[in-house]
């Protein structure tokens, strides 16, 4: 099984940097996880929003390895503690073929295009959180879930 994660932008945030250089370093102890970093899109502040979804979506379509699952973190998508998302995860790992693509779209979101290429949508919380930080609390519930998986001290029940 791999795992791939695209983002849309830089994080500029050296501690937010940090945290996921950390949590990507302790995955590599249970799986191979990817992550790719797209640029942002070039002359943004004159389009609209929806034009930015649609070129970020593009280049989002072009980046994801055909033929495996494709996740989005979405505000609209199902929420999980982090036990039931460590059991999701396993069932993805058991049934779901031998790649998964966690894609964390821009601050506007994601165009239709993106919704339409997606197997699933996963949100982190009701709250809503920069697309910046979200990156490293998906990187921290990822590697939260394995050490669920493998019934390891890191997370407290």
Not at 29 to 53: C, G, S
């Amino acid at each position: 099984m791999k795992i791939t994660i695209i983002t849309i932008g830089k994080t500029h945030k050296s501690f937010l940097q940090e945290g996921e250089q950390e949590y990507l370093k302790r995955l590599d102890h249970y799986i191979k996880v990817e992550k790719i970093e797209l640029p942002d899109i070039k002359n943004a502040k004159h389009k609209t929003f929806e034009q930015i979804k649609i070129e970020e979506g593009k280049m989002l379509l072009k980046a994801i390895e055909p033929g495996g699952m494709v996740i989005l973190l979405d505000e609209k998508g199902k929420q999980h503690s982090s036990k039931k998302f460590a059991q999701w995860l396993q069932n993805k790992m058991n049934h779901g073929g031998k790649h998964i693509t966690f894609v964390i779209g821009g601050p506007y979101g994601f165009s239709e295009e993106m919704y339409n290429a997606a197997h699933e949508k996963l949100s982190l919380s009701p709250m809503t959180f920069s697309h910046q930080m979200v990156r490293m609390l998906f990187f921290e519930q990822l590697y939260r879930a394995f050490t669920i998986l493998r019934n390891e001290p890191y997370h407290h029940e």
